[in-house]
T-cell receptor, first 111, second 112 residues
Framework: QKEVEQNSGPLSVPEGAIASLNCTYS??????FFWYRQYSGKSPELIMF????GDKEDGRFTAQLNKASQYVSLLIRDSQPSDSATYLC???????????FGRGTSLIVHP | NAGVTQTPKFQVLKTGQSMTLQCAQD?????MYWYRQDPGMGLRLIYY???????DKGEVPNGYNVSRLNKREFSLRLESAAPSQTSVYFC???????????FGQGTRLTVV
């Protein structure tokens, strides 16, 4: 069973701070890693994807991948109240390569 | 550009009734998926279609069937609905199986 683990939270940060969201996975053969944001009552929307070890930056978002330690992180700089949502990590593992989703971390950014 | 379109958005069924959820994408994607989302359980894969003409079971396929009608459309059928199938259902599509997926707006299904 391929597992993707996330702390359910909620993670509460003040406006303007850096929010750090973490995700660990069990399959060392994992190839692709995705972060989605889901507002309450809405569908997931892709924020970032990362395939290689290291960091990938897109605006206020940075994804960090460490395959040796089997974790992927999402950093949100200058957090805004509009970033308050559930963040889902998804990992595409060996075999079918169908992404498996974690249960999500709830982020609250308070003014 | 519509992306992924699901119908209906809301549905109430009685136990034992059947229904089909429809999904269509206009992004020329090869792969399509059906997920269900329950509180505290995250997204769980029901069935997927890696490419037109193929379908495979996911994590929770029992009680469901699917049809990949053509490259654009992927339907999910509940033959005999049960209260345990009360959930929010999402259809998604991606260029290939290990690339980023795009989701429809979801169907909130209640089985009473």
């Amino acid at each position: 069973q391929k597992e993707v683990e996330q702390n359910s939270g909620p993670l509460s940060v003040p406006e303007g701070a850096i929010a750090s969201l973490n995700c660990t996975y069990s399959d060392r053969g994992s190839q692709s890693f995705f972060w989605y944001r889901q507002y309450s009552g809405k569908s997931p929307e892709l924020i970032m994807f990362i395939y290689s070890n290291g960091d990938k930056e897109d605006g206020r978002f940075t994804a960090q991948l460490n395959k040796a330690s089997q974790y992927v992180s999402l950093l949100i700089r200058d957090s805004q109240p509009s970033d308050s949502a559930t963040y889902l990590c998804a990992v595409a593992s060996g075999g079918s390569y169908i992404p498996t989703f974690g249960r999500g971390t709830s982020l609250i950014v308070h003014p | 550009n519509a992306g992924v379109t699901q119908t209906p958005k809301f549905q109430v069924l009685k136990t034992g009734q059947s229904m089909t959820l429809q999904c269509a994408q206009d992004m020329n994607h090869n792969s399509m998926y059906w997920y269900r989302q329950d509180p505290g359980m995250g997204l769980r894969l029901i069935y997927y279609s890696a490419s037109e003409g193929t379908t495979d079971k996911g994590e929770v396929p029992n009680g469901y069937n699917v049809s990949r009608l053509n490259k654009r459309e992927f339907s999910l059928r509940l033959e005999s609905a049960a209260p345990s199938q009360t959930s929010v259902y999402f259809c998604a599509s991606s260029r290939t199986v290990n690339t980023e997926a795009f989701f429809g707006q979801g169907t909130r299904l209640t089985v009473v």
